[in-house]
């Protein structure tokens, strides 16, 4: 499976010797359910924050957007285009999922609303509860509790979504829109050592409160294996659809 890694942030500079940049968190994350499925992956990265906008939808099988410290509502010129590249997958059918700033960019690149939540900002473990089963949610469970850091959040679904788990805080948490795009608020991708440094680094912007009770959180069981798993078995059914 060759997967386009669409890059929209880089690690911190004080936290990248220590933690890696994204593209080596996600292909971490995946490599042991790659595994498991008896499926090898093939990566492409674009850096989209430098203006790197793929221009082919089938360059990949599928595709995957970070999160970022931009928000989808900032007007950078990069995200415009981005947007549109990712109206374009949705019209071609292809595989796309999108995680935290990726996730909120489907929503509204298609025509919903992501607002900066008036609850402040999630950060640390994340509990939710997955209300509808898909056939590829295996291992099922009825829990998705991942690590987390935003401050935006997804107000209104467009056309054609539907929410699949979610909580109090966050009720839009993980979403299908149509037969081909996943979006999940989480970061499977993030580690809790990560997570603690990352919120260290913004105790400024999230606060104190916040963040004392995010680093309480992380003693926590992450579904990170489980996520991972899903993702990529998404991926492979959404494949599925488009050829069948």
């Known amino acids: 499976m060759r997967i386009g890694l669409l890059q929209c942030d880089d690690v911190a500079p004080e936290l990248i010797d220590a933690h890696g940049n994204y593209p080596a968190m996600f292909e971490a994350l995946l490599a042991p359910a790659a595994f498991s499925l008896g499926v090898s992956l093939e990566w492409q990265v674009y850096r989209c924050l430098d203006g790197e906008i793929p221009d082919d939808v089938e360059a990949v099988d599928a595709w995957l957007t970070t999160g970022s410290k931009f ?5 950078h010129a990069w995200i415009a285009r981005l947007e549109d590249f990712v109206r374009a997958l949705y019209r071609a ?4 999922v999108g995680v935290c700033f990726g996730h909120q960019l489907i929503v509204k690149a298609l025509g919903g609303e ?3 939540s008036p609850k402040g900002w999630g950060v640390g473990l994340s509990n939710n509860r997955v209300g509808e089963r898909e056939p590829w949610m295996t291992p099922w469970q009825h829990d998705l509790d991942l690590l987390v850091s935003h401050q935006d959040q997804v107000e209104t679904l467009p056309e054609g979504a539907s929410t699949l788990g979610g909580s109090g805080f966050c009720p839009h948490y993980l979403i299908r829109v149509g037969r081909c795009f996943l979006g999940v608020q989480g970061h ?12 260290h680094l913004r105790q400024g912007l999230v606060g104190e409160e916040r963040v004392r009770q995010g680093q309480a959180s992380l003693a926590g069981r992450i579904d990170d294996g489980v ?3 899903w993702i990529l078995r998404f991926m492979r059914e959404a494949m599925a659809v488009r050829e069948g």
Do not use: H, Q, T
Not at 71 to 75: A, H
Not at 93 to 96: F, N
Not at 188 to 199: A, C, G, K, N, V
């Open 71 to 75: 928000g989808v509502n900032d007007g």
């Open 93 to 96: 059918e292809k595989p796309l």
């Open 114 to 116: 992501v607002i900066k």
């Open 188 to 199: 499977p991708e993030f580690r809790p050592d990560y997570s603690r440094d990352l919120m």
């Open 227 to 229: 996520m991972a798993e």
